[in-house]
């Protein structure tokens, strides 16, 4: 079997598709699978640790927010695409794949559109609760769509094409039983919570975390994990100080969580943004959370995510414009009062969880190769 994948721009679209390529590996060993992404993106790195073969186009996003400088950028991202899109035509015809994926993201749109002009089998996965631009335009065109969960299609025009499959996680995601993971990390009994902004961290975020900190200090048996991002270092040791806050057992500040997985299995409650894959985590291991969506995502996706973790009880949602330390406070201080509520939105994040999500997507692609047959 041979398979192409193109997914970029963020690990949101990349870790998709890693897991899709990994359980694809593990069904059919033989089966050649190639990436195709953004030449300089995340996913040329991502994919080539992964060891798996990737060829990169150069290509650019459109720019949002129309000024006369994002103008330049969007005609010259019209271009690439155009380019793109012949390179792809000349992947396609040398690579013959039974079947081409995509996991969103703009490197998808030259290829998929490509394949399904040649007759080629086409899918596309959705991680987020509002398809983005180019998921709703290959929607169309694609002969399956397969999204996170039924929001998604209450976006899109056609409807007929698509299954509902959840997130795919990579298999080597160790979910671990809460005392375990805290006895692994160190952590005294009492109420824990992690929060975190994303790898470059969020200021805004981090600034009502330390107000958040110096409550639980005076209440003496909570834990907390909290990851300040790789911009934030001077910004929240300041806030430290100024607060007179110290970092020890019961308060862990980080620049980064590289064991992020113990730590969301040691967690009672889970403060972060509302990417797709973080969300896809929590149900996994079944976490209660409150979300502060990140306002600059594209289309605002992440506000829709959080929306979907919120209208089923899993989630407390705080947009940005709303977050301060006192409301992150009020809301923190209800959950602690009120341990029922915190466990039962806990049980309704893993309500919302497909556990068989790798194998759903996977069966769906190997599907079309059977069609194509």
């Known amino acids: 079997m041979r398979v192409i994948l193109a997914a970029g721009g963020t690990a949101g679209h990349i870790n998709p598709a890693l897991a899709i390529a990994d359980k694809i590996r593990e069904l059919f060993p033989d089966a050649v699978i190639k990436f195709v992404g ?15 073969d990737f060829t990169a186009f150069k290509m650019a996003g459109l720019q949002r927010k129309l000024t006369p400088h994002n103008i330049k950028r969007n005609i010259q991202a019209v271009h690439y695409y155009i380019t793109a899109r012949g390179d792809a035509q000349k992947l396609l015809k040398e690579f013959q794949p039974d079947v081409a994926v ?14 399904a002009k040649m007759g080629i089998k ?62 692994k990390l160190g952590l005294k009994d009492g109420m824990t919570i992690v ?14 975390v330390v107000k958040l900190v110096k409550w639980e200090q005076e209440t003496g048996d909570i834990n907390h994990i909290h990851s300040f991002g790789g911009n934030g270092k001077d910004m929240f040791e300041g806030l ?54 990140f306002p600059q995502a594209a289309e605002n996706h992440q506000y829709y995510n959080a929306l979907t973790m919120s209208k089923n009880g899993a989630a407390i ?5 709303d977050l301060s330390a006192e409301r992150l406070l009020k809301e923190v201080r209800y959950l602690y009062n009120n341990r029922e509520k915190l466990e039962e939105m806990g049980e309704c994040a893993a309500k919302l969880n497909i556990p068989d999500s790798t194998d759903l997507v996977v069966g769906n692609i190997l599907d079309l190769v059977k069609d194509k047959s």
Not at 254 to 263: G, L, Q, W
Request: proline share 4%; with cysteine; hydrophobic share 40%.
């Open 38 to 52: 953004a030449q300089g993106g995340m996913e040329e790195r991502l994919v080539r640790k992964a060891g798996y």
């Open 102 to 115: 995509g996991t969103g993201g703009y490197a998808c749109a030259p290829v998929l559109t490509a394949a």
């Open 122 to 183: 086409t899918a596309i996965h959705e991680s987020n609760s509002l398809p983005g631009i180019t998921t709703t335009m290959l929607s169309k065109h694609v002969d399956k769509v397969l999204v996170s969960n039924e929001d998604v299609i209450s976006h899109l025009a056609r409807k007929d094409n698509c299954v509902i499959t959840g997130n795919p996680l990579r298999s080597n995601i160790p979910i671990e039983e809460r005392q375990a993971a805290r006895e």
């Open 195 to 208: 929060s975190f902004g994303g790898s470059l961290g969020a200021n805004k975020l981090s600034e009502a």
């Open 240 to 293: 430290m100080k100024a607060n007179g806050i110290e970092a020890g057992e019961r308060f862990r500040p980080k620049e980064y969580i590289d064991n992020m997985y113990t730590c969301l299995c040691a967690a009672d409650l889970v403060i972060s943004r509302a990417g797709a894959m973080t969300l896809t985590e929590l149900k996994a291991v079944g976490r209660a959370s409150i979300l502060i969506p």
């Open 317 to 321: 949602l705080i947009e940005d414009k």
